[in-house]
Structures are given as C-alpha cells and as structure tokens.
C-alpha cells in the first residue's frame, strides 16, 4: 500500500473545477489509518467518483469524461478526458489501474497527454476494441504526445475482442454514435455498473443497462430537446432508458456545456426528469456514489 501523496497543497489549486479535486484529496487523504491506509481503500463499499463530466469541452462547469470506480481490489477509469489528470491525486496504492476506452473523440482520450505526471509502479492496463485500440496507439506517441515508451508508468494493451472474465468480468456492445463507440457492462466485486456513453437509444445500451446497480449515461442533449441528433440522448430518454431496463441508480453525465451552462442548469434536468426515474443524480466534476 503506497502512502498519500504529501506533496499535493491546496495552494496547488487555481481554477474554480479544481475545487473538487481539493474536496476529493481532502477525503481521499483525511485521516490515515493505524495500518496506512486510507478512509477509501479500507472502506467496504465501492466508490463512484466523478473526475470529468462536461461533454465535448472544458468549462468552469467541469472537464471533459472521466470516471473512477474504486474498489477494494482495483481502480477502474472510465476514458480518458481532461478529467483523468485528477488520478495523479487520487491514486494512492499500488491497485492495477485499468482504463477502458469508449471511443477516439478527443474529449474521451485527450487526458491521457498527461500521463507523463504519473509515476505508477504498477503500471497501467488501457482496455478498447481492436479498430479503437488502433487509433489509440496511433495518437499514443509523436508527434501528439510522449511516446509510451518514454513514460515512467509502463502501459500495457489489450484488445478487447468481446465480453470478457479476465481479470475482470465485463460485457461489451457497440453504442449508436457518429463514430464506432463501445459501452461497458463491468461486474465488481458482486455489484454491475454500466457506463455507456456518446450513444442514442440503441439495443446495445439497453442490454448493457439491464438490472444493472448503476448506470452511468450521458445527457448531452438538453431537456425536451427534440432536435433530429440521434447520436446522444436528452436527460429523458436516459431516464427511459433507466426505468425501462430497471436499473437501481442512474447517473446523468457528459452534459454538452452550451447547453448546460451552469451546475444549476444540470440539477434543473436532474429535478425534471425524476419523475421518470426516480433515483437520478445529475453528475459534476466532485459527485461520488457510493453502490
Ligand atoms: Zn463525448
Ligand atoms: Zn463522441
């Protein structure tokens, strides 16, 4: 078990997102325990943490995706916006840190030109099907960014070529966008998470969702938006989607900043579709859940 990361100040922090990775350092590294640990790794439930959920492009309402799932056993981020440099702060053991990519849009991929801050010794696995796996190490060296080779955290590929039990156990479909776009149905630790995101109503997303404990979705579209996109879905088609597939929770994510220009615009979507699914939650760039 690695020890927290001393050197993070709260000085460090200059942007008003940046609040909530103060939030998250703070508990992350409050009180260590007798044994070194953490309050996060020594606790029995899975976290949830929000690092990036603006679709598209950063603004002051956050960064572009970024999830974490922490278990007891492993960290599992979901792509890799400007939210996955928060992870430099975050992880703190020597757990396998395994990334799944959904797809190449630059908003889901363009954090890892940060990779150079990182110094796992771990290393870390990145998960993607094989044509995205394709353009990923093609974008993974010059003259877009640091070559893998050079960086001080080892990473390894793998190509996912369908559902899949090792190491982990996860399902895979591919979602409806403008470009191949892939959601992941992962079973942790006795619980199912479904991320699917960069998607319109599709049988891939229905599938993956079923009786899932939670599922992360986007709202890229603004409420009642009834505008011909079919590549991205309103706050109310994921909450159809949540109450038709009886999920337990749904986390809206990935909010389009212009048409979601503010946290409150986000809780407005969240309160207007609670009628359709009642366990919704509106994510921002601070939310953890704990399943
Ligand atoms: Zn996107
Ligand atoms: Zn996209």
């Known amino acids: 078990m690695g020890q927290p990361n001393s050197s993070f100040k709260k000085t460090d922090i200059n942007t008003p997102y940046d609040a909530g990775v103060a939030q998250l350092v703070e508990q992350r590294f409050r009180k260590p325990q007798v044994d070194g640990s953490t309050p996060f790794a020594s606790s029995i439930f899975m976290k949830i943490i929000f690092l990036g959920t603006n679709g598209w492009y950063d603004t ?5 995706p970024c ?13 890799a916006g400007f939210g996955f440099y928060k992870l430099k702060d975050i992880i703190s053991s020597e757990k396998p ?16 030109h940060t990779l150079p801050l990182f110094k796992l010794s771990q290393g870390i696995d990145i998960y993607a099907n094989k044509a995205i796996m394709k353009g990923l190490r093609a974008f993974l060296k010059r003259p877009y960014t640091s070559p893998v080779i050079l960086l ?15 190491p982990i156990t996860f399902e895979t479909a591919g ?49 009642g938006d009834r505008s011909p996109n079919i590549f991205h879905l ?17 986390a809206l994510f990935h909010f389009d900043p212009g048409k979601y220009p503010s946290l409150d615009s986000r809780r407005a979507a969240q309160t207007a579709v609670q009628g359709i699914f009642k366990d919704t939650i509106a994510a921002n760039d601070s939310t953890v859940i704990n399943i």
């Open 60 to 64: 002051q309402t956050g960064n572009t």
């Open 234 to 250: 309103t706050p109310e088609m994921a909450a159809s989607v949540a109450a038709e597939t009886r999920v337990k929770k749904l």
């Open 97 to 112: 840190v395994r990334l799944f990519i959904s797809h190449l849009h630059y908003d889901h991929l363009i954090g890892l």
């Open 67 to 79: 999830v974490l799932i922490e278990t007891q056993s492993e960290y599992i981020v979901l792509d």
């Open 152 to 166: 001080p955290t080892k990473v390894r590929f793998h190509t996912v070529t369908g559902d899949s039990n090792m």
């Open 175 to 223: 979602l409806r966008h403008s470009v191949s776009c892939h959601g992941y149905r992962l079973h942790v630790e006795g619980k199912i998470v479904t991320y699917c995101t960069d998607t319109g109503l599709c049988s891939g997303l229905k599938r993956l969702a079923k009786d899932a404990d939670l599922l992360i979705t986007e709202s890229a579209m603004a409420p």
